[in-house]
């Protein structure tokens, strides 16, 4: 992912900032409809990549079968091809059933709803694509809306008519990348209030170059993390240590379902820091989330 990135980072403060006053107030409002132990989502924005080979996939894996290997390892995926075009029946039906029982795909919302027609007299268009990946059945997670930086505040009665539209069994996070939506309290405020009134979640993305995108704002009892990393720094992993203290007080409070996206520079160390993402969390939070497996290699003359 580009957008934000920094070439550098040294002077970036990458510290969380505090929870949005209603935050926690709005998972405690939801806790007790919450059944059972919260449901815990860690993936990655691609299942295609070919170093992973000999890494998270079997070395000698066709490329066909990625999805396959994939879902073996991660049990979530943020799906961002749906927003270049919307899959045929066909197409959802064999990802349905290329993956395990309690994996969640995470569509993208169509560039031509989001970005291009920015979500005017899109209802023909979005009934198209929500009926698409309702075909997922129980492998349907949230869905994500990403606006573009042009969305500014003037257009929340746009951004109301289509999370209104959207039908119930279609769950909705919200990504806003306009600079305004965080500058002025009372936008937000309207923001905020109408995606609580449909149900509707945010997503917190977490990039160098625009810390204001963390408003640390839940509407729901649902959070959606877009975490995009620099190559393995060292501030990754601080970083990572940080959003798991966090989501142990957000899970007390009673957060009932997180989805954690890891992005990395091409994403051929996204798997590393999802795996230590994983393993913070199941130490801290004392959660027993399925840690992937790495396939170890033979070197050759070891056997002499």
């Known amino acids: 992912m580009d957008f934000g990135k920094l070439a550098d980072i040294s002077k970036v403060d990458f510290s ?3 929870d949005h006053p209603d935050t926690i107030a709005t998972l405690q409002h939801n806790a007790t409809s919450g059944t059972g132990a919260p449901a815990i989502f860690i993936g990655l ?21 990625s999805l396959h290997w994939y879902g073996k390892q991660f ?22 059933h290329t993956v395990p029982q309690g994996f969640r795909f995470c569509p993208k919302f169509p560039q031509l709803i989001s970005h291009e027609a920015q979500l005017r007299r899109t209802q023909d ?33 746009d951004l109301e008519a289509l999370v209104q539209f959207v039908p119930e069994s279609v769950p909705l996070a919200v990504e806003l990348r306009h600079p ?21 979640s945010t997503v917190l993305t977490d990039v160098a170059g625009r ?30 240590d ?17 989805y954690f996206f890891v992005h990395e520079p091409d994403n051929t160390v996204a798997p590393d820091l999802a795996m230590y993402l994983i393993e913070k ?7 027993h989330i399925k840690s992937p497996k790495k396939f170890v290699q033979a070197v050759q003359g070891e056997l002499f």
Request: charged residues 20%.
């Open 16 to 18: 969380l900032p505090p």
């Open 45 to 65: 924005p691609v299942w295609v990549n070919k170093a992973w080979a000999g890494q998270i996939y079997p070395a000698s894996m066709r490329e066909k079968d």
């Open 75 to 96: 049990n979530t995926i943020e799906l961002n091809s749906t927003h270049y075009h919307i899959p045929s029946p066909d197409t959802i039906d064999r990802w349905r």
């Open 125 to 157: 268009l979005t009934a198209t694509f929500c009926e698409a990946i309702a075909g997922l059945e129980e492998k349907l997670g949230a869905s994500f809306l990403q606006l573009p930086p042009l969305f500014g505040p003037r257009q929340l009665s």
């Open 180 to 200: 305004d939506w965080f500058k002025s309290q009372a936008a937000a405020q309207e923001l905020y209030e109408v995606l609580e009134k449909y149900r509707v």
């Open 211 to 240: 810390r204001d995108m963390l408003h640390m704002r839940l509407t729901t009892p649902v959070a959606m993390v877009r975490f995009v990393g620099n190559g393995l720094h060292p501030t990754d992993y601080s970083r990572i």
């Open 242 to 258: 940080a959003w798991v203290e966090r989501l142990q007080h957000w899970l007390e409070a009673g957060l009932q379902q997180l």
């Open 281 to 287: 969390l199941n130490t801290v939070c004392k959660l």
